[in-house]
Protein backbone atom coordinates (compact mmCIF):
# COMPACT_ATOMS: atom_id res chain seq x y z
CA UNK A 1 0.00 0.00 0.00
CA UNK A 2 1.17 3.46 -1.18
CA UNK A 3 1.74 6.17 1.59
CA UNK A 4 -0.99 8.02 -0.40
CA UNK A 5 -3.10 5.66 -0.14
CA UNK A 6 -2.82 5.03 3.09
CA UNK A 7 -3.95 8.80 4.30
CA UNK A 8 -6.93 8.21 1.99
CA UNK A 9 -8.10 5.72 3.61
CA UNK A 10 -7.42 7.15 6.64
CA UNK A 11 -9.26 10.40 5.49
CA UNK A 12 -12.33 8.68 4.23
CA UNK A 13 -12.62 6.27 8.03
CA UNK A 14 -11.86 10.04 9.20
CA UNK A 15 -14.96 11.62 7.70
CA UNK A 16 -17.12 8.96 8.01
CA UNK A 17 -16.64 9.31 11.63
CA UNK A 18 -17.02 12.96 11.60
CA UNK A 19 -20.43 12.69 9.74
CA UNK A 20 -21.62 10.07 12.19
CA UNK A 21 -20.55 11.83 15.32
CA UNK A 22 -21.09 15.25 13.95
CA UNK A 23 -24.78 13.96 12.59
CA UNK A 24 -27.15 17.16 12.78
CA UNK A 25 -29.94 16.39 15.44
CA UNK A 26 -32.96 17.81 15.39
CA UNK A 27 -32.58 21.59 15.67
CA UNK A 28 -35.37 23.99 16.62
CA UNK A 29 -35.76 27.46 16.76
CA UNK A 30 -37.11 29.11 19.99
CA UNK A 31 -39.89 31.50 18.58
CA UNK A 32 -38.75 35.32 19.62
CA UNK A 33 -42.47 36.51 19.01
CA UNK A 34 -46.40 35.26 17.88
CA UNK A 35 -47.59 36.16 15.14
CA UNK A 36 -51.88 35.96 15.01
CA UNK A 37 -53.61 36.41 12.02
CA UNK A 38 -57.55 36.10 11.12
CA UNK A 39 -58.97 34.68 8.16
CA UNK A 40 -55.59 35.21 6.50
CA UNK A 41 -55.22 39.06 7.98
CA UNK A 42 -52.69 40.07 10.16
CA UNK A 43 -53.94 40.73 13.64
CA UNK A 44 -50.74 41.41 15.36
CA UNK A 45 -47.68 40.32 16.97
CA UNK A 46 -46.45 39.87 20.38
CA UNK A 47 -42.86 39.11 22.13
CA UNK A 48 -43.21 35.65 23.94
CA UNK A 49 -40.28 36.93 26.74
CA UNK A 50 -43.29 39.50 28.07
CA UNK A 51 -45.85 37.63 30.43
CA UNK A 52 -49.39 38.56 28.85
CA UNK A 53 -52.87 37.91 28.18
CA UNK A 54 -54.43 39.01 24.90
CA UNK A 55 -58.07 38.66 24.03
CA UNK A 56 -58.34 38.42 20.27
CA UNK A 57 -61.77 39.49 18.89
CA UNK A 58 -62.78 38.26 15.60
CA UNK A 59 -65.67 37.86 13.27
CA UNK A 60 -66.52 34.54 14.48
CA UNK A 61 -65.86 34.52 18.19
CA UNK A 62 -63.67 35.16 21.01
CA UNK A 63 -60.27 33.28 21.86
CA UNK A 64 -57.94 34.78 24.59
CA UNK A 65 -54.07 34.04 24.26
CA UNK A 66 -51.87 33.28 27.19
CA UNK A 67 -48.32 33.79 27.01
CA UNK A 68 -45.87 32.84 29.53
CA UNK A 69 -42.75 30.92 30.38
CA UNK A 70 -42.03 31.54 26.31
CA UNK A 71 -44.64 29.89 25.40
CA UNK A 72 -48.29 31.04 23.61
CA UNK A 73 -51.67 28.87 23.99
CA UNK A 74 -55.35 29.43 23.91
CA UNK A 75 -56.72 30.01 27.34
CA UNK A 76 -59.90 30.39 26.56
CA UNK A 77 -62.16 29.79 23.39
CA UNK A 78 -66.24 30.25 23.11
CA UNK A 79 -66.83 27.50 20.38
CA UNK A 80 -67.97 24.16 20.88
CA UNK A 81 -65.04 22.40 20.54
CA UNK A 82 -62.23 24.43 21.95
CA UNK A 83 -59.97 21.82 20.17
CA UNK A 84 -57.44 24.98 20.05
CA UNK A 85 -57.44 24.86 23.61
CA UNK A 86 -55.65 21.75 23.63
CA UNK A 87 -53.03 22.56 20.91
CA UNK A 88 -49.21 22.04 21.70
CA UNK A 89 -48.61 25.65 22.79
CA UNK A 90 -45.93 27.77 20.19
CA UNK A 91 -42.66 27.49 21.65
CA UNK A 92 -40.40 27.57 18.47
CA UNK A 93 -40.39 28.67 15.26
CA UNK A 94 -42.76 27.88 12.86
CA UNK A 95 -45.19 26.13 15.69
CA UNK A 96 -49.18 26.69 15.13
CA UNK A 97 -52.34 27.11 16.94
CA UNK A 98 -54.94 26.83 14.34
CA UNK A 99 -58.58 27.83 15.26
CA UNK A 100 -60.51 26.74 12.84
CA UNK A 101 -64.35 28.05 13.62
CA UNK A 102 -62.82 31.60 14.59
CA UNK A 103 -60.25 31.10 11.17
CA UNK A 104 -57.32 32.26 13.56
CA UNK A 105 -53.47 31.21 13.66
CA UNK A 106 -51.11 31.90 16.03
CA UNK A 107 -47.88 31.21 14.55
CA UNK A 108 -44.21 31.28 16.39
CA UNK A 109 -41.62 33.38 14.69
CA UNK A 110 -37.59 34.01 14.63
CA UNK A 111 -35.64 36.39 12.98
CA UNK A 112 -33.31 33.15 12.94
CA UNK A 113 -35.98 31.05 10.82
CA UNK A 114 -37.36 28.07 11.57
CA UNK A 115 -34.49 25.89 13.41
CA UNK A 116 -34.20 24.27 9.16
CA UNK A 117 -37.88 22.68 9.93
CA UNK A 118 -40.04 23.46 7.12
CA UNK A 119 -43.34 22.40 8.21
CA UNK A 120 -45.13 19.85 10.51
CA UNK A 121 -46.95 16.66 9.88
CA UNK A 122 -49.62 16.36 12.93
CA UNK B 1 0.57 16.93 1.91
CA UNK B 2 -0.48 16.85 5.54
CA UNK B 3 -1.95 20.78 5.61
CA UNK B 4 -3.67 19.83 2.27
CA UNK B 5 -5.62 16.96 4.26
CA UNK B 6 -6.13 18.99 7.92
CA UNK B 7 -8.09 21.49 5.04
CA UNK B 8 -9.79 18.82 4.20
CA UNK B 9 -10.68 17.52 7.15
CA UNK B 10 -11.75 21.21 8.23
CA UNK B 11 -13.83 21.53 5.16
CA UNK B 12 -15.74 18.41 5.69
CA UNK B 13 -16.32 19.05 9.78
CA UNK B 14 -17.54 22.65 8.33
CA UNK B 15 -19.78 20.91 6.20
CA UNK B 16 -20.98 18.36 8.48
CA UNK B 17 -22.16 21.37 10.99
CA UNK B 18 -23.39 23.96 8.95
CA UNK B 19 -25.48 21.22 7.15
CA UNK B 20 -24.12 22.67 3.99
CA UNK B 21 -26.77 25.83 4.70
CA UNK B 22 -24.11 28.27 3.68
CA UNK B 23 -25.78 27.57 -0.15
CA UNK B 24 -27.56 30.35 -1.05
CA UNK B 25 -31.22 29.02 -0.49
CA UNK B 26 -34.11 31.24 -2.34
CA UNK B 27 -37.20 32.92 -0.85
CA UNK B 28 -40.00 31.09 -2.14
CA UNK B 29 -42.19 32.80 -5.16
CA UNK B 30 -45.48 32.29 -3.33
CA UNK B 31 -46.34 31.71 0.08
CA UNK B 32 -50.10 31.11 0.62
CA UNK B 33 -52.77 30.20 3.56
CA UNK B 34 -56.14 29.72 3.84
CA UNK B 35 -59.40 27.93 5.50
CA UNK B 36 -60.87 24.77 3.23
CA UNK B 37 -62.13 21.72 3.94
CA UNK B 38 -62.48 22.06 7.95
CA UNK B 39 -58.84 22.53 7.99
CA UNK B 40 -55.73 25.13 7.59
CA UNK B 41 -53.99 24.83 4.82
CA UNK B 42 -50.68 26.62 4.02
CA UNK B 43 -48.19 26.12 0.77
CA UNK B 44 -44.69 27.22 -0.02
CA UNK B 45 -44.43 27.56 -3.65
CA UNK B 46 -40.96 28.17 -5.81
CA UNK B 47 -41.21 29.25 -9.51
CA UNK B 48 -41.91 31.76 -12.07
CA UNK B 49 -45.83 31.33 -12.12
CA UNK B 50 -45.97 30.45 -8.11
CA UNK B 51 -48.56 32.93 -7.20
CA UNK B 52 -51.19 31.56 -10.32
CA UNK B 53 -50.63 28.26 -9.61
CA UNK B 54 -51.61 28.89 -5.54
CA UNK B 55 -54.93 30.57 -6.90
CA UNK B 56 -55.61 27.74 -9.06
CA UNK B 57 -54.32 25.56 -5.84
CA UNK B 58 -56.92 27.33 -4.05
CA UNK B 59 -59.49 27.54 -6.47
CA UNK B 60 -59.25 23.38 -6.56
CA UNK B 61 -59.53 23.24 -2.82
CA UNK B 62 -62.52 25.50 -2.43
CA UNK B 63 -64.33 23.67 -5.08
CA UNK B 64 -63.51 19.68 -3.68
CA UNK B 65 -64.48 21.39 -0.33
CA UNK B 66 -67.92 22.89 -1.77
CA UNK B 67 -68.43 18.71 -3.75
CA UNK B 68 -67.86 16.71 -0.72
CA UNK B 69 -69.01 19.01 2.93
CA UNK B 70 -70.66 17.30 5.35
CA UNK B 71 -71.81 20.53 6.51
CA UNK B 72 -72.99 22.36 3.05
CA UNK B 73 -76.62 20.93 1.96
CA UNK B 74 -75.60 21.35 -2.08
CA UNK B 75 -72.54 19.39 -1.83
CA UNK B 76 -72.61 16.14 -3.79
CA UNK B 77 -72.17 14.20 -0.86
CA UNK B 78 -74.90 15.96 0.86
CA UNK B 79 -77.14 15.31 -2.21
CA UNK B 80 -76.07 11.65 -1.88
CA UNK B 81 -77.54 11.93 1.13
CA UNK B 82 -80.60 13.22 0.77
CA UNK B 83 -81.31 10.94 -2.54
CA UNK B 84 -80.86 7.71 -0.01
CA UNK B 85 -83.39 9.41 2.05
CA UNK B 86 -85.96 9.02 -0.42
CA UNK B 87 -87.14 5.19 -0.48
CA UNK B 88 -87.39 3.76 -3.94
CA UNK B 89 -90.48 2.56 -3.51
CA UNK B 90 -92.50 5.38 -2.70
CA UNK B 91 -95.51 4.61 -1.18
CA UNK B 92 -94.89 1.72 -0.15
CA UNK B 93 -96.97 0.07 3.09
CA UNK B 94 -93.79 -1.85 4.05
CA UNK B 95 -92.50 1.93 5.52
CA UNK B 96 -95.03 2.20 8.19
CA UNK B 97 -94.22 -1.05 10.24
CA UNK B 98 -93.20 0.09 13.28
CA UNK B 99 -91.61 -2.90 15.12
CA UNK B 100 -88.88 -4.20 13.17
CA UNK B 101 -85.40 -2.62 12.88
CA UNK B 102 -85.29 0.60 10.15
CA UNK B 103 -82.31 -1.30 8.71
CA UNK B 104 -85.04 -4.11 7.40
CA UNK B 105 -87.69 -2.28 6.62
CA UNK B 106 -85.97 0.11 3.61
CA UNK B 107 -85.34 -1.74 0.68
CA UNK B 108 -82.18 -1.29 -1.59
CA UNK B 109 -81.95 2.43 -2.79
CA UNK B 110 -82.07 3.46 -6.29
CA UNK B 111 -78.77 4.11 -8.08
CA UNK B 112 -77.61 7.37 -7.56
CA UNK B 113 -74.57 8.75 -10.23
CA UNK B 114 -71.59 9.91 -8.35
CA UNK B 115 -69.39 13.02 -9.48
CA UNK B 116 -65.84 12.19 -10.86
CA UNK B 117 -64.25 13.13 -7.50
CA UNK B 118 -66.52 11.13 -5.48
CA UNK B 119 -66.71 8.38 -7.49
CA UNK B 120 -62.47 8.08 -7.04
CA UNK B 121 -63.19 8.30 -3.48
CA UNK B 122 -65.15 6.01 -2.92
CA UNK B 123 -63.29 3.60 -5.02
CA UNK B 124 -59.97 4.20 -3.26
CA UNK B 125 -61.89 3.93 0.07
CA UNK B 126 -63.77 0.89 -0.77
CA UNK B 127 -60.16 -0.76 -1.48
CA UNK B 128 -58.46 0.44 1.75
CA UNK B 129 -61.27 -1.11 3.75
CA UNK B 130 -60.99 -4.37 2.33
CA UNK B 131 -57.42 -4.25 2.38
CA UNK B 132 -57.30 -2.96 6.24
CA UNK B 133 -59.87 -5.61 7.31
CA UNK B 134 -62.52 -3.06 7.76
CA UNK B 135 -59.84 -0.62 9.98
CA UNK B 136 -61.10 2.02 7.13
CA UNK B 137 -64.21 3.00 7.38
CA UNK B 138 -65.87 5.80 5.95
CA UNK B 139 -69.54 5.59 7.19
CA UNK B 140 -69.05 6.31 10.69
CA UNK B 141 -70.29 9.61 10.76
CA UNK B 142 -73.25 9.33 12.61
CA UNK B 143 -71.76 7.56 15.45
CA UNK B 144 -68.76 10.20 15.27
CA UNK B 145 -71.55 13.08 15.71
CA UNK B 146 -72.91 11.16 18.88
CA UNK B 147 -70.06 11.80 20.63
CA UNK B 148 -69.90 15.45 19.04
CA UNK B 149 -67.15 15.19 16.79
CA UNK B 150 -65.71 17.04 15.00
CA UNK B 151 -67.43 20.51 15.98
CA UNK B 152 -68.80 19.46 19.76
CA UNK B 153 -70.67 20.08 22.12
CA UNK B 154 -68.60 16.40 23.12
CA UNK B 155 -70.47 13.57 25.43
CA UNK B 156 -69.96 9.68 25.89
CA UNK B 157 -72.93 7.77 24.47
CA UNK B 158 -73.95 4.45 26.22
CA UNK B 159 -73.47 1.52 24.55
CA UNK B 160 -77.33 1.06 23.73
CA UNK B 161 -76.81 4.22 21.78
CA UNK B 162 -73.58 3.57 20.21
CA UNK B 163 -75.16 -0.15 18.98
CA UNK B 164 -77.97 1.78 17.69
CA UNK B 165 -76.12 3.92 15.83
CA UNK B 166 -73.88 1.80 14.10
CA UNK B 167 -76.81 0.01 12.52
CA UNK B 168 -76.58 3.26 10.64
CA UNK B 169 -73.08 2.13 9.41
CA UNK B 170 -70.93 -0.27 7.32
CA UNK B 171 -69.08 -0.47 3.92
CA UNK B 172 -70.32 -3.66 3.19
CA UNK B 173 -73.68 -2.57 2.37
CA UNK B 174 -72.77 -0.14 -0.55
CA UNK B 175 -73.01 -1.23 -3.66
CA UNK B 176 -71.11 0.31 -6.19
CA UNK B 177 -70.67 0.38 -10.22
CA UNK B 178 -66.79 2.35 -10.89
CA UNK B 179 -67.97 1.71 -14.41
CA UNK B 180 -71.22 3.88 -14.99
CA UNK B 181 -70.26 5.30 -11.24
CA UNK B 182 -73.83 4.36 -9.91
CA UNK B 183 -74.39 3.98 -6.38
CA UNK B 184 -76.48 2.29 -4.30
CA UNK B 185 -76.57 0.96 -0.59
CA UNK B 186 -78.85 -1.70 0.73
CA UNK B 187 -79.30 0.14 3.63
CA UNK B 188 -80.17 3.58 2.95
CA UNK B 189 -79.73 5.16 6.35
CA UNK B 190 -75.95 4.71 5.48
CA UNK B 191 -73.72 8.11 5.26
CA UNK B 192 -70.53 8.73 3.68
CA UNK B 193 -67.75 10.99 5.48
CA UNK B 194 -64.20 11.65 3.21
CA UNK B 195 -62.81 13.12 6.29
CA UNK B 196 -59.90 10.04 6.64
CA UNK B 197 -58.90 10.69 3.24
CA UNK B 198 -60.08 13.93 0.98
CA UNK B 199 -57.33 15.82 2.35
CA UNK B 200 -54.88 13.50 0.87
CA UNK B 201 -56.76 13.51 -2.27
CA UNK B 202 -57.03 17.36 -2.58
CA UNK B 203 -53.08 17.20 -1.99
CA UNK B 204 -52.78 14.50 -4.93
CA UNK B 205 -55.36 17.13 -7.35
CA UNK B 206 -53.19 19.95 -6.33
CA UNK B 207 -49.74 18.37 -7.02
CA UNK B 208 -51.34 17.49 -10.41
CA UNK B 209 -51.92 21.26 -11.12
CA UNK B 210 -48.75 22.38 -10.05
CA UNK B 211 -47.26 20.03 -12.81
CA UNK B 212 -49.30 21.80 -15.27
CA UNK B 213 -47.89 25.19 -13.96
CA UNK B 214 -44.22 23.68 -14.36
CA UNK B 215 -43.66 24.08 -10.52
CA UNK B 216 -40.92 21.49 -9.31
CA UNK B 217 -40.50 22.64 -5.98
CA UNK B 218 -42.89 23.42 -3.53
CA UNK B 219 -44.47 22.26 0.47
CA UNK B 220 -47.73 21.85 0.99
CA UNK B 221 -49.14 21.29 4.19
CA UNK B 222 -53.44 20.34 4.84
CA UNK B 223 -53.82 20.83 8.10
CA UNK B 224 -50.79 18.44 9.05
CA UNK B 225 -51.13 16.42 6.14
CA UNK B 226 -47.51 17.21 4.25
CA UNK B 227 -46.91 17.03 0.24
CA UNK B 228 -43.59 17.24 -1.12
CA UNK B 229 -43.37 18.41 -4.47
CA UNK B 230 -39.51 17.49 -5.56
CA UNK B 231 -36.67 19.06 -3.26
CA UNK B 232 -35.97 22.71 -2.42
CA UNK B 233 -34.71 24.59 -5.17
CA UNK B 234 -31.17 24.20 -4.14
CA UNK B 235 -32.11 20.26 -3.91
CA UNK B 236 -31.82 20.06 -0.67
CA UNK B 237 -34.91 18.08 1.25
CA UNK B 238 -38.07 19.35 2.68
CA UNK B 239 -37.52 19.02 6.52
CA UNK B 240 -40.97 17.39 7.70
CA UNK B 241 -40.97 17.60 11.52
CA UNK B 242 -43.70 14.94 13.26
CA UNK B 243 -45.69 16.28 15.81
CA UNK B 244 -45.33 14.42 19.09
CA UNK B 245 -48.28 13.70 20.97
CA UNK B 246 -47.21 14.84 24.20
CA UNK B 247 -47.87 18.53 23.89
CA UNK B 248 -44.68 19.55 26.12
CA UNK B 249 -42.25 17.78 24.20
CA UNK B 250 -40.74 18.85 20.82
CA UNK B 251 -41.13 16.68 18.11
CA UNK B 252 -41.03 13.10 17.52
CA UNK B 253 -38.28 13.64 14.69
CA UNK B 254 -37.87 15.30 11.87
CA UNK B 255 -37.93 13.50 8.41
CA UNK B 256 -36.15 14.59 5.18
CA UNK B 257 -37.76 14.29 1.71
CA UNK B 258 -38.43 14.51 -1.38
CA UNK B 259 -41.27 13.78 -3.56
CA UNK B 260 -43.62 12.09 -0.62
CA UNK B 261 -46.54 12.53 1.29
CA UNK B 262 -46.22 12.40 4.96
CA UNK B 263 -49.52 11.98 6.96
CA UNK B 264 -49.36 12.03 10.72
CA UNK B 265 -52.90 10.54 13.13
CA UNK B 266 -53.05 10.68 16.36
CA UNK B 267 -55.09 11.29 19.54
CA UNK B 268 -53.62 14.34 20.23
CA UNK B 269 -55.89 17.04 18.54
CA UNK B 270 -59.10 16.13 18.14
CA UNK B 271 -60.64 14.68 21.59
CA UNK B 272 -61.86 15.43 24.86
CA UNK B 273 -61.73 14.11 27.86
CA UNK B 274 -64.25 12.94 30.79
CA UNK B 275 -62.94 11.74 34.25
CA UNK B 276 -59.65 11.76 33.49
CA UNK B 277 -60.09 9.80 30.14
CA UNK B 278 -59.37 11.20 26.98
CA UNK B 279 -61.94 10.21 24.35
CA UNK B 280 -60.71 11.02 20.74
CA UNK B 281 -61.99 11.29 17.14
CA UNK B 282 -60.69 8.09 15.69
CA UNK B 283 -63.61 5.49 16.01
CA UNK B 284 -63.04 2.27 16.02
CA UNK B 285 -65.57 0.25 13.53
CA UNK B 286 -66.25 -2.40 15.59
CA UNK B 287 -67.29 -0.56 18.60
CA UNK B 288 -68.03 2.48 17.43
CA UNK B 289 -65.61 4.14 20.19
CA UNK B 290 -62.48 5.66 20.25
CA UNK B 291 -59.72 3.28 18.94
CA UNK B 292 -57.71 1.88 21.74
CA UNK B 293 -55.08 -0.30 19.73
CA UNK B 294 -52.05 1.10 21.98
CA UNK B 295 -50.84 3.81 19.52
CA UNK B 296 -50.57 7.33 20.07
CA UNK B 297 -49.94 8.12 16.06
CA UNK B 298 -49.09 7.03 13.21
CA UNK B 299 -47.22 8.67 10.35
CA UNK B 300 -47.07 7.42 6.85
CA UNK B 301 -44.70 7.88 4.54
CA UNK B 302 -45.17 7.33 0.74
CA UNK B 303 -46.03 9.06 -2.80
CA UNK B 304 -49.47 8.88 -2.80
CA UNK B 305 -50.86 11.17 -0.51
CA UNK B 306 -54.72 9.64 -0.85
CA UNK B 307 -52.64 6.41 0.45
CA UNK B 308 -50.94 8.35 3.23
CA UNK B 309 -54.26 9.92 4.61
CA UNK B 310 -56.23 6.63 4.30
CA UNK B 311 -53.59 4.59 5.65
CA UNK B 312 -52.45 6.90 8.61
CA UNK B 313 -55.91 6.52 10.26
CA UNK B 314 -56.32 2.60 9.18
CA UNK B 315 -53.19 1.60 10.87
CA UNK B 316 -54.23 4.14 14.32
CA UNK B 317 -57.00 2.07 14.41
CA UNK B 318 -55.57 -1.65 13.49
CA UNK B 319 -52.57 -0.85 16.52
CA UNK B 320 -48.91 -1.57 16.48
CA UNK B 321 -48.88 -5.24 16.09
CA UNK B 322 -51.64 -5.69 13.08
CA UNK B 323 -50.25 -2.49 11.52
CA UNK B 324 -46.57 -3.91 11.79
CA UNK B 325 -48.02 -6.84 9.89
CA UNK B 326 -49.91 -5.22 7.40
CA UNK B 327 -46.84 -3.63 6.79
CA UNK B 328 -44.54 -6.51 6.04
CA UNK B 329 -47.55 -7.35 2.92
CA UNK B 330 -47.23 -4.05 1.73
CA UNK B 331 -43.40 -3.11 1.97
CA UNK B 332 -43.16 -1.24 -1.30
CA UNK B 333 -46.03 0.79 -1.51
CA UNK B 334 -45.50 2.90 2.24
CA UNK B 335 -42.98 3.62 5.13
CA UNK B 336 -44.15 4.11 8.32
CA UNK B 337 -43.68 5.95 11.84
CA UNK B 338 -45.60 4.67 14.97
CA UNK B 339 -45.96 6.02 18.70
CA UNK B 340 -47.57 3.61 21.34
CA UNK B 341 -48.74 4.82 24.50
CA UNK B 342 -45.76 2.74 26.25
CA UNK B 343 -43.74 5.63 24.20
CA UNK B 344 -42.04 2.95 21.56
CA UNK B 345 -41.23 4.59 18.52
CA UNK B 346 -41.43 2.27 15.52
CA UNK B 347 -39.94 3.18 12.59
CA UNK B 348 -39.32 1.06 9.49
CA UNK B 349 -35.69 0.31 8.26
CA UNK B 350 -35.92 2.42 4.84
CA UNK B 351 -36.60 5.55 7.08
CA UNK B 352 -33.75 5.52 9.58
CA UNK B 353 -31.22 7.39 7.50
CA UNK B 354 -33.64 9.89 6.55
CA UNK B 355 -35.35 10.33 10.08
CA UNK B 356 -33.43 12.72 12.80
CA UNK B 357 -34.65 12.19 16.56
CA UNK B 358 -33.51 12.28 19.88
CA UNK B 359 -35.61 9.18 20.81
CA UNK B 360 -34.80 5.73 20.74
CA UNK B 361 -36.25 3.57 17.85
CA UNK B 362 -37.51 0.01 16.90
CA UNK B 363 -36.84 -0.78 13.62
CA UNK B 364 -38.83 -2.58 12.01
CA UNK B 365 -37.70 -4.71 9.62
Redesign the interface.
Known amino acids: MKRNDF?LLL?LL??TL??FL?????S?AKAEHIQV?V??KMYGTWKLNTPQTITVSTPYGENVIRIQNGAAYVSKAD?????CM????V??S?D?I?C??H?L?VEGKSKNGNG??????? | ?FKR?YF??LF??VC??S?C?FLTQKEPNSIR???AM???V?M?LYGPEAEKAADALQAEMMRLDRQLSLYSETSDVSRLHQQLAVPSLPGSSSFQQTDAPRKELLTQSHAILLSEDTAELLTRSLNLHAETNGAFDITLSPVSTLW?F?????RVPDKTEIQATLARTGMETIRWDNRTRQFSADNPAITLDFGGIAKGYAAEKMAAILKKHNIRHA?L?LG???KAIGT?PDRSL???????PD?KT??L???SVSDKS???S?D????FEKNKIRYHHILDPRTGSPARSGLRSA?IVCEDCTLADGLSTALFVLGPEAAISFWQKHKEQFQFILFTENNTLFITEKLLPVF???LTVTVVR
Open positions: FLLGAALRPEPTTNGCPSRDKLKPTNGTVLPKVGIDTIAH | MFFLLIAFGSDFFDTYKIGPHGPFLNGNVKWRVAIQHADYGVLVVTGYERYTETK
